[in-house]
Nanobody, 115 residues
């Protein structure tokens, strides 16, 4: 069983920055893919960024150049650095992974971008 715990969300003004963290229990997280998703009110959950165990990253077009996904395998933690935030980035952000054929989600962390 793997538990994912997100943190780092909050209220920020447009143009501001936040860094989200996703801490995983156990020591095998580093060997697997990890991703960040988000869900805005009334909308479907969407993929924001992914990172493989080897560090290859991929991003949703609208966040390219503003968001950076990274991981610290020694800490079993994945990060999402979000810069130049826009009101349309407002959503609950979720961490996701697949380990040995099973999908895991965190509880989510709220990000609100508003003046």
């Amino acid at each position: 069983q793997v538990q994912l715990v997100e943190s780092g969300g909050g209220l920020v003004q447009p143009g501001g920055s936040l860094r989200l963290s996703c801490a995983a229990s156990g020591n095998i997280f580093s060997a697997y893919y990890a991703g960040w998703y988000r869900q805005a009110p009334g909308k479907q959950r969407e993929l924001v960024a992914t990172i493989t165990s080897g560090g290859i990253t991929n991003y949703k077009d609208s966040v390219k150049g503003r968001f950076t996904i990274s991981r610290d395998n020694a800490k079993n933690t994945v990060y999402l650095q979000m810069n130049s935030l826009k009101p349309e980035d407002t959503a609950i952000y979720y961490c996701n992974t697949f380990i040995i054929g099973r999908e895991y989600w965190g509880q989510g962390t709220q990000v609100t971008v508003s003046s």
